[in-house]
């Protein structure tokens, strides 16, 4: 959608020279530019709100920037800069047993597949780099890419903390998409539409007409989204590939300084990601939660930013609060809870559609 | 646990890992995620300290004991003392044995927390870490207050106490407690009710009654496992038959008697204990009474050996100390009560998950610093 605005604009301005190929390179560029960016930002915004709340939720201040010198800023507000200087200021390793070329591949893969995926996150009416008419089946085959960075970085690290936590998430993310695709089917089987625009067209008239609240299986269904979210982006309690207290830091043990941050990045990406991903099929996309209330395009931008940070405010708060499933609970979970569920689901929400017409 | 066996691969857990609590090697055969055998190797903390205490005076060995056991320097010291009294045939006054019960107890404490909070860690939970530590470091300000040291005391003496108490410590005690059992509910509604931690620990490492005995595991480990014993009851030293508490054993609540979670539920009950016999001592301490009273002018025990065990946070601690008359302990032998539960791990540990192991050894609640010494 904005490249195609970007390219009829530059077209306009420059009428002399209109359907010069280099408009169209110049109006793909822009928007990733500007999505690049945006994770950027939107990284160093979730690594400050990640240590606030989690100081909240410990009692204690998090990053306060008292004293004299060099210190973090007003209330710790420059922490994450501080933090991203230092990774990128660190020496960057490469351990010498390594597998070289898949080592370097991996943290670019992972950063990749989470880069990609906001092209299709809807921001609002007009306010997505690509309206596609399969956009959340594309933000699902997408996602799946992180799998690949992660078993790359756990066999090319040679180490067995890193093997173990490839081996880990491997088994876990290729089990966790089938819950969280089979509770978007339910999404998809509504709005009769892969789009990511045309189910939140779905959803107009303010809260009541979420999906979430469309029929009594929606609830169940998000909720098995969430959590399978959860496990996809690799977050307490399902952050068994890089679970601190047993396997070091599991895939990213041999990793450091920029590299690392990729990785560290991309797991934020993620989480936003399966956000907006949630957000887009169940609470209303862009809609202002109200029907007439500050519901113009340009607040679309806004309700879509505040419901994203909602649920990632729930992931930071679940993760301070419970322990970490075993791996074998954690397979039980998905399994033998979460798939029956949804499939039962999915057969719910069919006989409803006919029932109800 | 799984049919498919694959090539084993030896793994190494420490000595440099974030769950080992310390320095400690675990050489574990796994099968993918399955733990086989499960071999410990300990001494990367051995600082000679039963060797050094044959070449220093009996004072000396005091600060050693501190050092033994890190999180509980009050009890190793209580321990010392309470052997070479019995060796010296010292009778220390009424408010003395007040002040250490009190002082033993609050570390009893400072280190039940630290250990649940360290148990929670090992499974993932961050949350419920800050909050011990949070409650802990106010039983250290205590300590702080009291002799200026807040992790290596050398405050029991033989024959009295380095300080008395200060001014207001009383009160300030009494504030603490009245602060901190309400946050004893919300660390055991936090994690010991908690549907995945107890997915997590019951019915993983059962320690049956049998094997804890036969392996010489003591304290809250043994307890756990249904044994009621407990050296404050069973050979009650200094004046803690004037005191009223229970001893927690193992129910199996949530699984089996002598698993994981037992072990650390028991911790959660004594430390409930603890404060009760804190409220008792601070409530009938005596007034008056000089620390420095019994303190003899210089320490020469008579000919002879003793053997005196007390109760610390980690279990059953031996002093075993042979005088031939000098100033300078001919020998001193420790008998660590976290060194038997550590070789209990192959016993209790083997056929489980990596993580479960892990696990186990949290609620083992080891200190490598005593295991080495």
């Not at chain 1, 710790?76 to 370097?104: M, N, T």
């Not at chain 2, 300080?163 to 994690?191: A, M, Q, R």
């Amino acid at each position: 959608m904005t490249v195609d605005y970007i390219f009829e604009g530059l077209n306009q301005m420059f009428s002399g020279f209109t359907g010069n190929e280099i408009f169209l390179i110049i109006a793909i560029l822009l928007p990733c530019v500007g999505c690049f960016i945006f994770i950027a930002l939107y990284g160093l915004v979730a690594i400050y709100a990640e240590l606030k709340v989690s100081s909240f939720i410990h009692d204690k201040t998090g990053p306060m920037g008292q004293g004299v010198g060099l210190h973090a800023g007003k209330w710790g507000l420059l922490q994450p800069v501080a933090d991203a200087i230092k990774l990128i200021l660190k020496e960057d390793i490469i351990p010498s047993s390594a597998d070289r070329p898949l080592y370097i591949l991996a943290p670019f893969i992972i950063f990749i597949g989470a880069f990609v995926s906001f092209v299709a996150i809807p921001f609002g009416e007009k306010v997505i780099v690509a309206d596609m008419n399969i956009g959340i089946f594309y933000i699902l085959g997408i996602g799946s890419l992180a799998v690949i960075a992660i078993i790359l970085a756990g066999w090319s690290s040679n180490n067995k903390w890193a093997l173990y936590g490839g081996m880990r998430s491997a088994a876990q993310i290729v089990s966790y998409e089938i819950p969280a695709g089979i509770s978007l089917v339910v999404v998809i089987m509504l709005t009769s539409s892969l789009s990511m625009q045309e189910i939140i067209g779905y959803q107009s008239g303010g809260m009541f007409g979420w999906i979430l609240f469309d029929n009594p299986f929606m609830p169940i269904a998000f909720v098995i989204y969430f959590i399978s979210a959860l496990a996809e982006t690799n977050r307490t309690p399902f952050d068994l590939p890089e679970s601190e207290s047993e396997l070091v830091a599991g895939f990213v043990t041999e990793y450091s300084g920029m590299r690392y941050a990729f990785f560290f990045l991309s797991e934020y990406a993620n989480m936003f990601v399966v956000s907006a991903v949630a957000v887009t099929a169940f609470l209303g996309g862009w809609q202002s939660p109200f029907p007439n209330f500050l519901n113009t395009s340009g607040w679309s931008v806004f309700w879509m930013m505040s419901k994203i940070s909602l649920l990632i405010f729930v992931m930071i708060w679940i993760r301070f609060t419970v322990p970490r499933l075993r791996v074998d609970q954690l397979m039980h979970l998905c399994w033998k809870v979460f798939i029956p569920i949804g499939l039962f689901n999915v057969f719910g929400v069919a006989i409803w559609i006919i029932v109800r017409g | 646990m799984g049919v498919v066996h694959g090539e084993e691969m030896v793994l190494n857990i420490g000595p440099q890992h974030p769950a080992t609590h310390g320095v400690l090697r675990l050489q574990v055969r796994t099968d993918g995620e399955v733990v086989s055998k499960i071999t410990p190797y300990m001494g990367y903390l051995h600082r000679c300290f039963e060797k050094h205490c044959e070449n220093v005076t009996y004072e000396q060995v005091i600060p050693f004991t501190d050092r033994c056991d890190y999180l509980a320097s009050m009890s190793m010291n209580f321990g010392y003392v309470v052997a070479m009294e019995r060796l010296m045939d010292i009778k220390v006054n009424e408010r003395v044995e007040y002040i250490r019960i009190i002082m033993a107890e609050l570390q009893r404490i400072a280190s039940h927390l630290l250990c649940t909070g360290v148990f929670g860690l090992d499974l993932g939970a961050f949350t419920p870490f800050l909050w011990a530590l949070r409650d802990r470091e106010r039983i250290l300000d205590l300590f702080e207050l009291t002799c200026g040291a807040r992790l290596l005391y050398n405050y029991m003496w033989v024959g009295g106490l380095s300080h008395d108490l200060p001014v207001g410590f009383v009160e300030s005690t009494f504030k603490f407690l009245d602060y901190f059992e309400p946050k004893i509910d919300e660390l055991e509604n936090i994690l010991a009710h908690n549907k995945i931690l107890v997915e997590r620990s019951a019915d993983i490492g059962v320690m049956p009654k049998d094997i804890a005995i036969s392996y010489g595991v003591t304290g809250p480990n043994l307890r756990a496992s249904g044994v009621k014993w407990d050296l404050r009851k069973d050979d009650p030293y200094s004046i803690y038959d004037r005191f009223e508490f229970d001893v927690p054993i193992g129910q199996g609540l949530k699984g089996t008697v002598g698993d994981c979670w037992d072990r650390f539920y028991v911790r959660i009950l004594e430390i409930r204990e603890s404060v009760k016999i804190v409220r008792q001592a601070l409530a009938s301490i005596p007034k008056d009474g000089d620390v420095h009273q019994s303190l003899p002018k210089k320490i020469r025990p008579p000919k002879g050996s003793v053997y005196a065990r007390t109760e610390t946070p980690r279990g059953d601690l031996g002093y075993y100390i042979e005088s031939d008359g000098s100033p300078i302990p001919y020998r001193l032998k420790m008998r660590s009560p976290a060194f038997t539960a550590l070789s209990v791990l192959d016993e209790i540990g083997g056929g489980w998950l990596l993580s479960d192991v892990l696990a186990i050894l949290g609620s083992l609640d080891i200190v490598l610093g005593e295991i080495d010494r």
